[in-house]
């Protein structure tokens, strides 16, 4: 099978700072509709988003280098975003069930 006609941005095999703040941005969006924000319920259909998260994360991380330069600090602010993401997405999944 040729690789000709996959697109590098969705070409799992190809490192991708956009693909994974992409997945991350769309996953936090989809929890806070999921979850009907900033009136919480409980749904548990949240852990699809929280998955989706975490590969975008993941993603993110693969883009690190070895040496600090400019790229490497904007891939550490991303993957700071993507952990705040993180969070938000868990405090919408589980924050009904304590309260």
């Not at 799992?12 to 997945?23: E, T």
């Not at 693969?62 to 550490?76: F, T």
């Amino acid at each position: 099978m040729s690789r000709a006609h996959i697109p590098d941005l969705l070409d799992p095999r190809l490192r991708s700072l956009i693909r994974g703040n992409v997945l991350v941005i769309v996953s936090l969006a989809a929890a806070t509709l999921l979850s009907k924000a900033p009136h919480l319920r409980a749904t548990h259909l949240l852990i699809l988003p929280l998955v989706a998260c975490i590969v975008g994360t993941a993603e993110t991380a693969r883009c690190m280098q070895r040496r600090w330069s400019w790229y490497h600090g904007g891939v550490l602010l991303c993957l700071y975003m993507d952990v705040m993401s993180l969070t938000m997405i868990a405090f919408f999944w589980l924050y009904p069930y304590l309260a």
